[in-house]
Structure formats: structure tokens, C-alpha cells
């Protein structure tokens, strides 16, 4: 019997076929954990962080998504330097609402992955009933707050992108009148 499944015969009664599992997961070091990849989509998500863990770095969805986050910053910047009266930020700053929701969405789909899809997909050389697919509290946790960030982001985002046009149309409207 090799040394890792020796230790954890040793830890705990377990089944022989969760031993050879347990190892095969310590052997592999690039296996994607689903309740890592939530919480890393709801703290750094809008920057890219949970597609580049999941992709690597050329995931082009990750940099588009880091592109609108950092436009969004900078429409509220020049909201704050400028005034709200500024169109640029009109536009601009719903962007970051917008790169949060699309944060939101992709944790959303990790998370509510089942065990076994997620290993197919995410852990092809791992055993389907891998613990790294499986869905805890901690799991459901992130789901909670990505859901409630994502929402919120998206329809202020949407609010205040729609506010700023119309008043910009009325503003418009009334020169033309006069």
C-alpha cells in the first residue's frame, strides 16, 4: 500500500475506492474547486479573477471583463470630477454594474454545476465524484452574495444609465422649445 493511502486508512475508516480517490486528487494539483472559484468570482470577479483561475490567462471573457470594470471606475471618477452633468460618465459608469452582473452570472453557473458536471467538465482526469466539484455551505454562501451583488449592480447600473438619458433628452427638448 503506498504512503498517502496508508495515511488516510490511518485518519479515518475509509472505503478503498476513496482512498485510491483521495490520492489521485493529491497527486493532481490542477484540479478547480468549485467553492474556491465561487468566492473568488464574488470577491475578485468583476476583475477578471474567477475566469483567469478557471482559463488562465488568455481567457479573453476575463479581460473584456477587467476592460469594463476599469471604464466603469473611470465613469464615476469623472462623475465625481465633473459633475453628473457629464455624458462621458452617462455612458462609462454602468459599465462596472454591468461587469459585476457578468461576474455574478458565471459564479452563478459554477456554483449550480452538479458534482459530477463539473468534474467532466473542469477535472477530466479526477474521478466524477471528486470532492473538489462538490457543493457545501460555504458553496451556497457565495451563491447567496453573488446573486444579491449581481442583481444590485445591474439594475442600479441600469438606472442610473437610463436616468441620466432621459434628463439629458428633456434638457434637449426644452432648448428646442425655446
Known amino acids: ?5 496508508k495515511f488516510f486508512l490511518l485518519r479515518k475508516r475509509l472505503s478503498p475506492t476513496e482512498i485510491r480517490r483521495r490520492a489521485a486528487e493529491a497527486d493532481n494539483p490542477c484540479m478547480k474547486n468549485k467553492t474556491l472559484v465561487c468566492w473568488i468570482g464574488v470577491i475578485a470577479g ?9 482559463f488562465g490567462l488568455r481567457d479573453t471573457v476575463g479581460w473584456s471583463q477587467v ?14 470630477s465633473f459633475g453628473l ?21 458565471h459564479t452563478l453557473y459554477w456554483g449550480l454545476l452538479s458534482q459530477t458536471d463539473w468534474n467532466q467538465r473542469y477535472n477530466p482526469s479526477a474521478d466524477t465524484e471528486a470532492s473538489s466539484g462538490r457543493t ?7 451563491l447567496v452574495l453573488s446573486m444579491m451583488m449581481g442583481a444590485t449592480a445591474l439594475i ?7 436616468q441620466r438619458y432621459f434628463e439629458s433628452q428633456i434638457e434637449e427638448a426644452r432648448k428646442i422649445s425655446q
Open 156 to 162: 442600479s447600473s441600469l438606472a442610473y444609465g437610463f
Open 46 to 54: 468583476p476583475m477578471g479573477a474567477a475566469r483567469f483561475y478557471m
Open 67 to 80: 476592460l469594463l470594470s476599469v471604464l466603469g471606475i473611470y465613469g464615476f471618477e469623472r462623475a465625481q
Open 136 to 142: 457545501n455551505w460555504l458553496t451556497v454562501g457565495a
Open 85 to 105: 452633468d457629464d455624458p462621458l460618465s452617462w455612458w462609462l459608469a454602468p459599465l462596472l454594474g454591468i461587469s459585476i452582473a457578468i461576474s455574478a452570472i
Open 1 to 5: 500500500m503506498d504512503p498517502p493511502a
